[in-house]
């Protein structure tokens, strides 16, 4: 009996120092296997010709995605992240790379390597937001020639000295109205309210749509695209990219048929989506 309960406490002993042992092995394994996937993939692409920053890739499929989370959103302590990254990496010259959000990415928190970034746009392609949420031929997504292009004609549009007088006579009797009406409400949320009045312009200068409840609607569907934007790229029922995307969706039927009542009834308003559809463009 002794012999049988001395065998027993021997094998569970074994079987914990195992455990013990392979669990922390098996963790750093899975930890270390993301950036050694990427530094031999970048090796086998480029030989020895080119260098990756220093840094590390995080976890499979998540990168430190929660640790940039963490950080920068509930925490509120951005700068913890970066400093977490030279204490392991090093200052050096303020570029490390890990994963984000579904994609390998740099960061540069150095003047010079910011620098370096600005005045090097044709080498950077755009990888960020997600080009399904805010569309492949948004501002944000395109760069060069077609981006000045683009962003010429929203100028032009803007800066006619019609356009502008129907900003001011827009923004202006809102703004006071929408003081004079915080003053009687008491206590207030200022982001809040502040939030309502630029949205409500907003629109009367985009689409002059005033108030409504699809006005209200459309507020909530640009709050969960904006959500989306900011939410790991995983297009899956209940994931804020998957209610981003449906919401993305929403919008362009909503704008399409503004667009189209516009073009078939030769609808004309003093407004930036009349602008834009009588700008001339090559």
């Given amino acids: 009996m002794a012999i049988a309960?001395?065998?027993?406490?021997?094998e569970w002993a074994w079987w914990l120092a195992l455990t013990l042992g392979a669990v922390p092995l098996f963790c750093l394994a899975v930890w270390q296997s993301a950036d050694a996937w990427y530094r031999a993939a970048f090796f086998l692409?480029?030989?020895?010709?080119?260098?990756l920053p220093p840094g590390h890739m995080g976890l499979p499929f998540l990168g430190e995605t929660l640790s940039f989370v963490w950080?920068?959103?509930?925490?509120?302590?951005p700068d913890d992240f970066i400093a977490a990254k030279r204490r392991a990496h090093g200052a050096g010259a303020g570029i490390y790379r890990t994963h984000l959000f579904g994609s390998p990415a740099v960061i540069a928190c150095s003047p010079t390597a910011n620098k370096f970034v600005f005045q090097s746009a044709?080498?950077?392609?755009?990888?960020?937001?997600?080009?399904?949420?805010?569309?492949?031929?948004?501002?944000?997504?395109?760069?060069?020639?077609?981006?000045?292009?683009?962003?010429g004609i929203i100028l032009t549009a803007i800066n006619r000295p019609s356009s502008l007088r129907t900003i001011a006579a827009v923004v202006q009797p809102r703004v006071v109205a929408a003081l004079a009406a915080w003053a009687d409400m008491g206590t207030i949320v200022a982001s809040t309210e502040i939030k309502?009045?630029?949205?409500?312009?907003i629109f009367k200068m985009?689409?002059?749509?005033?108030?409504?409840?699809?006005?209200?609607?459309?507020?909530?569907?640009?709050?969960?695209?904006?959500?989306?934007?900011?939410?790991?790229?995983?297009?899956?029922?209940?994931?804020?990219?998957?209610?981003a995307r449906k919401c993305r969706r929403k919008l362009n039927a909503v704008f399409r048929h503004e667009l189209e009542a516009r073009k078939k009834v030769d609808k004309k308003c003093d407004d930036l989506m009349s602008g834009l559809m009588c700008t001339d463009d090559e």
């Fill in 71 to 77: 950080h920068f959103k509930l925490a509120r302590r």
């Fill in 122 to 151: 044709d080498n950077f392609g755009i990888r960020w937001p997600v080009p399904e949420l805010i569309g492949h031929k948004s501002m944000v997504n395109i760069e060069g020639a077609s981006h000045a292009r683009l962003r």
């Fill in 5 to 10: 309960v001395g065998v027993g406490v021997a």
């Fill in 206 to 243: 985009f689409i002059s749509m005033e108030p409504s409840p699809l006005t209200e609607q459309i507020d909530q569907w640009f709050g969960s695209l904006m959500a989306g934007l900011r939410a790991f790229p995983l297009d899956l029922p209940g994931t804020k990219f998957h209610g």
């Fill in 45 to 51: 692409r480029h030989g020895g010709r080119r260098r």
């Fill in 196 to 201: 309502k009045v630029t949205f409500a312009n």
